[in-house]
């Protein structure tokens, strides 16, 4: 006797493709509201996501070592890509050094631990924080259907917003590590208007 061996897809129902930036209002408000829940580790995960661009197994690796120097937390930073290998450097915004300092200091974190160990109570250098569903927690708290937001939404939103104010693809690019240019055009989602728009912005 057949048996019915279908099963139902695990994304029916649920939207399908990139998932979109955050806006700069968005963001706004995720941050105030992390900061007056005083949700301390989100708050640091939440806004090194966004000012580095890095996909969440890259986030998940820094140890406290990597971004902090003689007390000071770093500037800016380079990360070799797990992924692609292919080194990217980023600013770390004056908000995000100061929520990563106080998250550090309130975890009681040392040199050698990870930045995102998974809970404040298991500090260990041994494993850390699988930060991929980040993107979708915090989103909740500003209201944000987790179904659509994730982890590629702190990745793209930086980026999206330099590419609509600067229209420097290249730039966008380098910052995000991709080896062609045809793949930050595709994860940007630039359609055939956006690159008319572009073009008519070009006087010969």
Same mark, same amino acid.
């Given at each position: 006797?057949? /048996?019915?061996?279908?099963?139902?897809?695990?994304?029916?129902?649920?939207?399908?493709?990139?998932?979109?930036?955050?806006?700069p209002?968005?963001?706004?408000?995720?941050?105030?509201?992390?900061?007056?829940?005083?949700?301390?580790?989100?708050?640091?995960?939440?806004?090194?996501?966004?000012?580095?661009?890095?996909?969440?197994?890259?986030?998940?690796?820094?140890?406290?070592?990597?971004?902090?120097?003689?007390?000071?937390?770093?500037?800016?930073?380079?990360?070799?890509?797990?992924?692609?290998?292919?080194?990217?450097?980023?600013?770390?915004?004056?908000?995000?050094?100061?929520?990563?300092?106080?998250?550090?200091?309130?975890?009681?974190?040392?040199?050698?631990?990870?930045?995102?160990?998974?809970?404040?109570?298991?500090?260990?250098?041994?494993?850390?924080?699988?930060?991929?569903?980040?993107?979708a927690?915090v989103?909740?708290?500003?209201?944000?259907?987790?179904?659509?937001?994730?982890?590629?939404?702190?990745?793209?939103?930086?980026? /999206?917003?330099?590419?609509?104010?600067?229209?420097?693809?290249?730039?966008?690019?380098?910052?995000?590590?991709? /080896?062609?240019?045809?793949? /930050?055009?595709?994860?940007?989602?630039?359609?055939?208007?956006?690159?008319?728009?572009?073009?008519?912005?070009?006087e010969?």
């Amino acid at each position: 006797m057949e /048996t019915d061996q279908t099963h139902e897809p695990w994304n029916k129902g649920k939207p399908v493709g990139q998932k979109p930036p955050f806006k700069p209002k968005d963001i706004s408000a995720i941050g105030v509201h992390l900061q007056n829940d005083h949700q301390l580790r989100d708050l640091a995960m939440f806004n090194l996501a966004v000012d580095s661009k890095l996909r969440g197994c890259d986030l998940a690796n820094p140890r406290v070592r990597d971004v902090m120097h003689a007390d000071q937390i770093l500037s800016r930073k380079l990360v070799v890509q797990r992924k692609t290998q292919r080194p990217v450097q980023f600013k770390l915004t004056e908000p995000t050094r100061s929520a990563v300092a106080a998250w550090i200091e309130t975890a009681d974190l040392t040199a050698a631990n990870y930045l995102f160990p998974q809970s404040p109570g298991e500090i260990s250098a041994s494993f850390h924080a699988s930060v991929r569903p980040n993107g979708a927690s915090v989103g909740r708290h500003h209201r944000l259907d987790s179904a659509v937001y994730g982890m590629h939404s702190m990745r793209r939103s930086k980026a /999206t917003l330099i590419d609509k104010r600067t229209k420097n693809l290249r730039a966008v690019q380098l910052l995000l590590g991709h /080896t062609k240019l045809e793949s /930050t055009v595709r994860y940007l989602g630039i359609e055939v208007d956006d690159a008319l728009e572009i073009s008519e912005q070009i006087e010969i």
